[in-house]
């Protein structure tokens, strides 16, 4: 079954600081790749995805995230995070043979230090 | 511009109650999709439905129904409510297409406490 790992369940880094959360993926193929963000109380954004080529994709809110087929990961990184970076990040796979079912991981809760 | 609305957005239930809980899109989407959340897990998928009157099961499909009767509209029932659906469910949906997938939208999500 397709499934999708994020092993770290909160990180807290200082504002300004350079940011990185991890995503690993199990499957045989190269699945679509997805990160959304969830503000508190609210529901889920998506900040970019990845389908194929270029395997650093950009995507708003100054996000970038890097496909390593080798290693089974689709990191987000930031260089500068901001206070209102705060949130629930969530990694998440769709497979091209059901591109419509979308399976998310555990998420990551960042804090931000001032 | 309402996006996709959930109702009802706070709901307490009985072991053994039954209740709906609908959503409603008004973004011509053809795929729309249940999801519940729970700390520590993520959202796990519950069915998802990739047309007006299609639905398929997703990873946690127990104890729960769907029905997407009108294409805007997705149901979620639960027919005998256990506390282990205490939860937030959410609601998202999205155009079909390659280009288009992985876009979800969401809806604001429903709090469900079964006691």
């Known amino acids: 079954a397709q499934s999708v790992t994020q092993p770290d369940i909160h990180i807290t880094v200082s504002e300004g600081a350079s940011l990185e959360l991890r995503c690993n993926y199990s499957?045989?193929?190269?699945?679509?790749l997805f990160w959304y963000v969830q503000s508190p109380g609210q529901g889920l954004q998506l900040l970019l995805k990845y389908f194929s080529g270029d395997t650093l994709v950009q995507g708003i809110k100054g996000f970038e995230a890097e496909f390593k087929r080798s290693q089974s990961s689709f990191n987000l990184r930031k260089p500068s995070v901001h206070w209102s970076d705060a949130a629930e990040y969530f990694c998440?796979?769709?497979?091209?043979?059901?591109?419509?079912?979308?399976?998310f991981g555990s998420g990551t809760r960042l804090s931000i230090r001032p | 511009n309402a996006g996709v609305t959930q109702t009802p957005k706070f709901r307490v239930l009985k072991t053994g109650q039954s209740m709906t809980l609908l959503c409603a899109q008004d973004m011509n989407h053809e795929y729309m999709y249940w999801y519940r959340q729970d700390p520590g897990m993520g959202l796990r998928l519950i069915h998802y439905?990739?047309?007006?009157?299609?639905?398929a099961k997703g990873e946690v499909p127990d104890g729960y129904n769907v029905s997407r009767l009108k294409k805007q509209n997705f149901l979620l029932g639960l027919e005998s409510a256990a506390p282990s659906q205490t939860s937030v469910y959410f609601c998202?949906?999205?155009?079909?297409?390659?280009?288009?997938?992985?876009?979800?939208?969401f809806g604001e999500g429903s709090r469900l406490t079964v006691l």
């Open positions: 998440a796979v769709a497979l091209y043979s059901s591109a419509s079912k979308i399976i």
């Open positions: 439905s990739v047309g007006e009157g299609t639905t």
């Open positions: 499957y045989g193929a190269t699945p679509y």
């Open positions: 998202a949906s999205s155009y079909p297409g390659l280009a288009n997938t992985g876009e979800l939208f």
